[in-house]
Each structure stands twice: as C-alpha cells, then as structure tokens.
C-alpha cells in the first residue's frame, strides 16, 4: 500500500472513531457513510432506494428464507407508516423463521452441499441435528464467538457435525481457517507462503491442535436416525503429534524423515503444555466410542486462542463473513481469503464493522440489523451494472435462491400453507439439480440440467396443477374476475402487482378456452409455471 | 411467434420460436429469432478481433479422462526388467518401436493412429488441483474463473446452427470445472456416466403448450431485464433457451437400439456405451464430449485396480477409433486420453502406486495428429522426464491448435486479458500434422 493511502486510511479511521464516541451514530449511518465516499471515490453513480416491493422480497428471503406469503406482501405494501421497513425487519428478526434461515445458511457456508462425512456424504438428513442446533444458537441470539467455539468444542448434542465433515487434521485447519478465520493456509502444508508470513510451521502449529481430535458415529437406534439423521461424538486423544517431513531421507526407512511440531497459534506462541506422563496409555476404544477427555485439551486451548478479542483474525473474519451474507461480496472477497495480495474494498469500513461486533460482545442479530437498515442494503435493483454482486455496492447484488429457500417459497407461492413450506424437505432431485446453481467462485450459472427439471420434473409441475387447494384450485374455484385473479397470482409468487400490461396478457391467457378434450395441462397452471420459472423468481435481488 | 405449431420434436428439427440465434450471438447482436435478448457473453468477454476470428472449424474433440490417475509405467511407458516394472508384461503393436501394456491388445492394433506423449511433467499431485490445472492449464490457486477445455473448444467449434449442447460431459468423475470467463452458455452438459439423458429430459407436455407457456415466458422476461443486466438473470435466460432446443434434439443422445448390436465391440459397460454416444454425438456435431472413465487411484492393488480398468478402456477406445475412422470422421476427431496425473514408478508397500506428476503419459489421436510415434521419453526407471517435457499449458496448447483454436487467443476479464493457455506454452508441432 502506498503512503498516501495508508495516511488517508489511518485519517479515515480517526474521524471513524471519534465519530463513534457520539452517541447517537448508528452502524448503520457509518456504513451509509463509507460505502458513499466510496461510490464518490470510484466515480460511481449512486443508486436509488429499492422499490418496497423489491424491499419486501428481498428482506423475507435474506431473513426468515422465505417469499411473503400473499398476506404478508399486501399487508406491508398497504402500510402507510414512513418507518413500515424499520417495523417489518423488527419483526422478521423475532420471527421463528429468522433462526431456522440463518441456521441454514451458517451451516452450508461451513459444510457446504456436498462435503465428504466419515463415511459417505453429508446426506440432507445428516444436516437436520446440526441445523436444529445451531437454530437454537440463533434464537437465542447466542453471541457469534460462542456460538464459534461451542462448535469447536463439539460437545453439546447436535453440534458435533463440523468435526464428523472435516475429519483429520489437514481437512480441520484448512476448514477452521477458512471459515472462522478467513484465511487459506493449506498451501503453508508443503512449501513456506510465498507472499504471506505463515511458514509450514505455522500450518503443522496449527495442526497440532487438531491432530488429536477424532469423530465417530454413534450406533444410534434406526428409528431415530432413519428420522433425524446420524449422531456423532467428537473427542480428543491424550497424545499425537502433529508430524512434519523433512528434505532427508532416514537410511532406515528410505522415506523422509519426519519430526514432531508443536502446537504454535497462528503468527504467534508455541503452546504452553503440561507433560504428558510417560507410561500414559491411550485406552483401546470400541467402535463409536470417543477417549474419555483429556486432562488437558489442546483444542480447547485453540478455541479461547480463536475467540479472545485480541485474535487477530476472528473478529475481522466474522465481519467481512456477515456483511458478505447480506451484501453479496465481502470486503475481502471471496470472504475466506484475506491475503496481501487480496486487498480490501472498504477497509474503514471493514474496521468500523469489526471493532463495533466486539464492542456489542459478537452480537449477530444487531449486526443484521444494522446492516439491513442501511440505504447500501436497501439499494435499488436497476440499472446497467451487470456484475451479480458490484464491488462497490452500486446495486444490490443478485443471488440465487438457495434450494431450501427455493422448496419453501415454492410452496408459499402456489399458496399452501406455510407449516408445509417449512416442513417440506427438498427432494433428491432438488438437490442434486438445483442444489449448486454457482460456479467455485460464487457466480449463478443455471444449467441446462436445472432447466430441464424446471419443465418437465415433478415438483414444479404438481405445485402448479390445481390440486389440493392450492392457488391454483383456489382460483379456478372462484368467481372473481380475471383481473383479480391475476393480481393474487402476482402477489402470491413474485411479490408484486403486475403492471397493466401483464396483467391484460396473462387476463388472455388464462380466459382463452382450452380446446384439446384431455389436455395435458391447463393455463392456470402454465401460468404459475411461467411466473415460477422465470429469472424473477429464481433469484433474490 | 409461436404461431406456427411445430410437432415434431424430432432431432434436427427446431422450433423458430425458441431458437436463439446463434449467428447474430457471434455477431454480439443478442436477439432471438423472437427478439428476445439474451446474455451478450461474447462482447462482455472478448474483443470484437476475437468474435471475428472466431469460426467454425468443423472440427471435433473427444477427451477419454482416467479418472484417479492413470499409470503409464503400466500402459504406454512400460520399463521391463527395471525395479519399477511392475507386473504387466509389454507387447509389440502394429507399430515398430511402439509397444503397450498386455492389457490394450486393442491399442496395439490402433498404434498407427497413436501420438503418445510420454514427457508429460505437471505440478499438482492432488486430484482436485491436478484435474484443474488438466482442464484448463492453469493453476487453481489463481483463483480466476478459467474455463476448462470443453468450455473453450465449445466457444470455437461449435456448430451454430445445432439444437444440441456444444459440450457434453458424460459422468462427472473427472471433475466440473465450468466455462469460467466465457460464461454459461458454454458450460457442460452433463450426462450420466453410460451417456444417458436424465429422465425428465423428456418434456411433460406437449410441443403446443410448451410454445404457447413458452410465449408467455419470454414477455415476461422482456419486460424484466429491460432494467435489470445483471449476469445471473441472463444466465437463467440463455439455460432457458438453450434448455429447449435441446429437448427438441434429445432423442441423439438414446443410442439404446444400436447399442445392443454396438456393446458386443465396445464391451458392456458404462464406458463402453459413453464411447459409443459420444461417436454418435460427434457425428451430430457436438464438437467436443468428454467421457470420464474408472477409479484409477490405486494407492492399494495397483495391478488389478489397473487390469480391470484396462479390460473396460481397451475395447471402448478401440472401437471408438475405429468407428470414428470407419465413418470418415477421424481425421476431424480428435481423440485425447488423459487423467489428472500418472502415477509413481516406485511401488508401495501396499502393491500401489501413488499419485505422480513428474514424468507421464497422455495419448492423441485423430484430428489431424500424426499417430505411430512417441514424443518425449523418460529416464530408465521412470522417475524423471529425459527429453521434451510438456506442461499442462503446452498440452492443452497443441488440443487447441489440433482443433484450429487459436491458443493465444486473448480474453478480457475487465480490462485484464487472460490467453487461452498461459504464456510461454507452446503446441508440439510434432504430433501436429
């Protein structure tokens, strides 16, 4: 970084805290105030404030994972009160729905869809235990840094998922410092890092508070796991070393030898440890059994290492982490790579964030809250920026739903209830279909696979048939004008009136009599097929 | 649109309505044959001297990935009498000086048709960056949105007038690794691992409906992305109509009445049956496909992990060639077999072989490239590459020029431009004819 810059940064940083001394300065206001000076700096022509009906899609979606219901929508959309956003964020962040959404999205941040388990993959139901437990957190609205390291600790039931997905070391420091502390350093593993300070002993440091970890399945009853999906236990050994190789070669072996690193945090201290004794012997376990707890714990060592304040990477991570959530790109982008040669988009920003989530004791909710308060979270979605996600905030960025978000919005669309939108599990297909819409690096790619199902696979089609007194039957049943039928069907799945001439197209559409005697569909349900197939749906914006 | 009802949803045929066309795309003019606008991938990532340069080439490219790790020492670099030898014995083929594994009696009698590149040296020993830097001869850690292969032969070599996919994967073993820069359109199609279409490929109504809901569907994305570019809504878009006209193509890929005549050759295995769709894809001009084949990681039982492997490739490739070579189509089909890595020359304590990239093997044959040779050697006992190394850059170099794809080609990502393969590589005129 050049001086110049390092200068207005600290300068930056200084009004940024001064400011914050004043009571009254929000989070809020600071983040509308940086990411301006940004747009200012960069040239960029600010966007206009989303539409409330864009809002309204938006702000369901990104907290509770789910499209307003018909009522919901012309509820908020009927609502005078200048402050009716303030209001409707209040109430999704005490809705049961909001723990449920971010259990789901904090668990397939850190699992990912199609991660490895001890033995197979992470199957849907395998996610059930982890996700209850971790809606639990959220409710509870359990500070992030303990929510972290209860995670690491992997004792309460239900939690112990993350160490039955990463099982081995190598695979635990790679996903500890990916996700919780944004930072990639499994190259460190073969060769010292050519641009960064972490060396191999940096990597096998870390190692050596993981090496000794262990998950296993617990033999559970079939009837419990055939419902809830497997139990895992999660221990720690007494002795293990984490081993690094050598240039040279044992004469005896003819492999390279191999010595003993000990545990040493991250760009900081060797491990103080008690000696084990030496006639220690570790107990023969059975299958599905953990050792019995360590008189002294390393990863328990590493968990208040991760968590204390003064970490270095944790509280900056978790920043950039849930500001990624809900605006599309951190500041550090992807969010599990700060490097030197990454360099942050807003780092006054990034700071003020990070600073104020330890200031509230890693209180998530209020970060969310701050966050989707802000007119940068509130942006509008036109213009001619084609990026999903603008580097700048520049519009809001675009994402696709997840496939959870996709079955329950699905349902509320086609106008079930929503007790059957948040029960209904997604299918084999789904997943495997709709289930990773994007490319490595986060971008929607939407295949033709996807597609494909779109048309001709089950769900979609049985959602969209009259059936079951959904929407569709509904409105065949009744005896209102087509006028009004089709602004409910707008509002049920797009969350919007139609504008006049959608509305007269599809009043044509539906009103045209069907002419073939056994017709394999009917317009009310090409319709709702159409309104649930194309991009405005598929994706929240 | 739409006013004429199209019935037949035969290969071949398409319907106006939904076909996007795939001319005015090369021209950057992105409308439909109905006027609906599309994602203008190709101005957004390349200059408007590539679009231009850009052509047909009426070549194709068939690549046969060993999935794992293949083992040259125990296919097409055999060592006999040395320590790393192993078990399989060599035998001579049809050409002088060129011999194979026992295993690949098929290959044996292909060996005129063989460029066998035994120098190849890459740098990722681990299966998910090794697959990468195969696919797209960079190195994952660039964190760069590169295409692979496929997805760039695809972009160059793909008919426009064709309702089928211009890249289709047949399994996914050998990795997903996505069209990267050149954007969606050109990512892969993928097939189940003996070829076929997922069930709900076959549409759920009839062509009417699908055109008139189709109809409907397109005014409402008009009017949606009058305001709204953003790449994920086209994305959507172009899956949409690219998803169409392969329905109406679909029936291409259901090889199953030839196939009960063709497996008594290709032998009855998936493999088998993903060699046989993929001739019958080229020869409806999908110009490239790659088939994954095997689990080729034999860190335990290298030799009958290998053998069993062998006795699948052996007579699927074979007769690939020689129905490629038999319907005049070989000399624009290129034939790549390739893996990730090779594997080590030393054998383990568990009788394997371990994961190697230091010196192996990848195979060419057809398009153009001048077979019955080696290029490149290794040291007596396998360890080292002797003479010629080939990079993963310098590999995909000589697929791109065999398939007339110009390798330098630049591409802009913003305002930096990304070459087709890395700088410094370069294609083996060698092999090249």
Redesign the interface.
């Known amino acids: 970084m050049n001086r110049l810059a390092c200068c207005s940064l600290s300068l930056a940083c200084l009004l940024l805290a001064a400011s914050l001394h004043a009571e009254e300065t929000l989070l809020r206001d600071v983040i509308d105030r940086e990411i301006k000076a940004g747009w200012t700096k960069e040239n960029l022509t600010p966007p206009t404030k989303s539409s409330d009906t864009v809002f309204l899609r938006r702000i369901y979606l990104d907290l509770v994972g789910v499209i307003p219901s018909y009522d919901e929508a012309t509820a908020f959309l009927k609502d005078t009160d200048p402050k009716k956003r303030e209001k409707l964020i209040d109430k999704l962040l005490a809705d049961p729905r909001y723990a449920r959404q971010q259990a789901q999205v904090f668990d397939l941040a850190m699992l990912t869809r199609s991660h490895k388990l001890v033995e197979g993959q992470v199957g849907y139901r395998n996610r059930g235990r982890f996700r209850e437990w971790l809606a639990k957190q959220f409710e509870a609205n359990e500070p992030y840094d303990r929510i972290a390291g209860k995670i690491l600790q992997a004792e309460e039931d239900g939690s112990q998922l993350f160490f039955a997905v990463y099982n081995g070391a190598d695979e635990m420091v790679t996903a500890v410092s990916r996700f919780f502390l944004g930072t990639q350093i499994q ?1 460190a593993k073969c060769h010292d890092h050519p641009y960064e300070p972490w060396t191999q002993k940096d990597y096998h440091g870390m190692s050596g508070f993981f090496v000794r970890t262990m998950a296993v399945e617990v033999a559970g009853k079939s009837e419990v796991t055939n419902q809830k999906g497997k139990q895992y236990r999660v221990g720690e050994k007494t002795v293990g070393e984490a081993l690094f190789s050598l240039e040279k070669i044992d004469p005896k072996t003819k492999k390279k030898e191999t010595i003993p690193i000990p545990p040493k945090f991250l760009l900081g201290d060797v491990l103080k440890e008690p000696e084990t004794p030496k006639d220690f012997v570790e107990p023969k376990l059975k299958p599905g059994e953990v050792p019995p707890k360590p008189v002294f714990s390393r990863r328990a060592k590493f968990v208040s290492w991760m968590t204390a304040k003064e970490n270095p990477f944790f509280a900056k991570a978790a920043a950039n982490r849930f500001w990624a959530q809900f605006m599309g790109r951190g500041f550090v982008h ?1 969010v599990d ?1 700060f490097n030197s040669q990454n360099p942050t988009s807003n780092e006054p920003l990034l700071r003020a964030i990070e600073k104020e989530l330890v200031a509230h004791k890693f209180d998530y909710k209020w970060l969310v809250r701050e966050i989707v308060n802000s007119e940068a979270y509130q942006a509008t ?8 996600m603008p580097k700048f905030y520049e ?1 809001a960025r ?3 739903l997840i496939v959870e978000e996709l079955v329950a919005s699905l349902h509320v669309a086609t106008g079930l209830p929503l007790e059957s939108a948040l029960k209904t599990e997604p299918t084999k ?1 789904m997943l495997q ?1 709709l289930g990773e819409p994007a ?3 986060g ?11 779109l ?3 089950d769900q979609f ?1 049985g959602l969209c048939r009259p059936n079951k007194g959904n929407l569709s039957e509904q409105l065949l049943a009744s005896t209102e004008p087509w006028e009004t039928k089709v602004e409910k069907m707008f509002l049920s799945v797009l969350s919007r009136p139609p ?1 006049s ?2 509305k007269e ?2 009043v044509k ?1 539906l009103s045209v009599p069907v002419k073939e005697a056994k ?3 009917t317009p009310i349900e ?2 709702m ?3 649930v ?4 749906f ?2 929240n ?1 | 649109m739409g006013k004429h009802m199209n019935t037949n949803i035969q290969s071949g045929t398409c319907n106006s309505g939904h076909h996007l066309s795939r001319r005015s795309l090369m021209k950057g003019l992105l409308t439909t044959a109905s006027g609906m606008a599309v994602a203008n991938w190709g101005a957004l990532t390349h200059s408007q001297s590539i679009a231009a340069e850009a052509k047909r080439t009426g070549k194709r490219c068939i690549m046969l990935y060993m999935a794992g790790g293949v083992s040259q020492i125990d296919s097409f670099d055999m060592k006999p009498g040395r320590p790393t030898a192993g078990l399989f014995r060599p035998i001579q083929t049809k050409v002088a000086g060129i011999q194979v594994c026992e295993y690949l009696p098929n290959m044996a009698k292909h060996a005129d048709k063989l460029a066998i590149i035994r120098s190849m040296r890459t740098k990722t020993p681990d299966h998910g960056p090794g697959g990468y830097y195969m696919h797209t001869g960079y190195h994952p850690s660039e964190r760069f949105p590169h295409p692979e292969v496929g997805s760039m032969i695809a972009k160059y070599c793909e008919n426009p007038e064709s309702d089928l996919p211009s890249f289709v994967k047949i399994g996914s073993q050998s990795g997903l690794y996505g069209a990267g820069y050149l954007g969606p359109q050109f990512d892969p199609f993928t097939v189940s691992d003996d070829g076929k279409l997922p069930a709900f490929a076959n549409p759920a109504v009839t062509s009417e409906i699908q055109d008139r809901r189709g109809d409907l569907l397109n005014f409402m994305e008009q009017r949606f992305r009058e305001q709204r570019p953003g790449e994920p809504f086209a994305a959507h878009r172009t899956s949409e109509l690219r998803t169409i006209r392969l329905m109406k193509a679909r029936k291409t890929f259901d090889v199953s009445a030839e196939w009960e005549k063709a497996k008594q050759r290709y032998g009855n295995s998936d493999f088998g049956r993903a060699c046989f769709t993929a001739f019958k894809l080229v020869q409806a001009g999908v110009p490239f496909i790659e088939a994954a084949h095997g689990a080729y990681d034999s860190h335990n039982d290298n030799f009958p992990v290998h053998k069993a492997c062998f006795q699948e490739l052996d007579p699927a490739w074979g007769s690939l060639l020689q129905d490629l070579q038999d319907s005049g189509l070989l000399d624009t089909t290129l034939v790549v077999w390739t893996s990730e890595f090779g594997r080590t020359p030393a054998i383990n304590f568990q009788a394997g072989r371990d994961h190697f990239g230091r010196a192996w093997t990848v195979v060419l044959a057809g398009g153009g490239i001048k077979g019955g040779q080696h290029y490149g050697s290794t040291d007596r006992d396998g360890f080292e590459v002797k003479e010629n190394p080939v990079s993963e850059a310098d590999y995909l170099a000589t697929i791109y020029k065999a398939m007339g794809v110009n390798y330098k080609a630049k591409h802009f990502l913003g305002s930096r431009p990304i070459r087709a393969t890395e700088k410094g590589s370069t294609p083996i005129d060698e092999v090249l004819g």
């Not at chain 1, 971008?443 to 199902?453: A, K, N, P, V």
């Open positions: 190259c992807p790579d979605d036109l213009g001619n920026v084609t990026d999903a519009r675009i994402r696709p297909d279909y490319d490595g690096q971008r929607f790619q939407g295949s033709m696979t996807e597609h494909l199902f048309h001709n696979g089609r504008s001439e959608e197209r599809f559409y017709p394999t569909s090409e319709a097929w159409v309104l197939s194309c991009s405005e598929r994706l914006r």
